[in-house]
């Protein structure tokens, strides 16, 4: 578990208040899925997430994307 510092302002006064977070990464969405009992959907994102080599968004590559119809992307 990480710390977080933040500064709160009033016109008063200035505070100062830890905060302890609890990171969630992009790779533990599978495990929450499966906690939350659904059967499909982490089985998809595994998947796009062992998908070798991975896909690199380029500026042509995102212009394009934009246009298309996404009834038809991969």
Do not use: C, G, Y
Not at 2 to 30: C, G, N, R, W
Not at 40 to 62: C, G, N, V, Y
């Amino acid at each position: 578990m990480a710390v977080s510092l933040t500064t709160t302002t009033k016109k008063t006064e200035q505070q100062e208040k830890k905060v302890s977070v609890e990171f969630f990464h992009i790779d533990m969405i599978p495990d929450a899925m499966r906690n939350m009992e659904w059967e499909m959907d982490p089985k998809l994102i595994e998947h796009r997430f062992e998908i070798s080599p991975a896909f690199a968004f380029t500026a042509e590559t995102k212009r394009k994307s934009l246009d298309e119809d996404v009834r038809h992307s991969p």
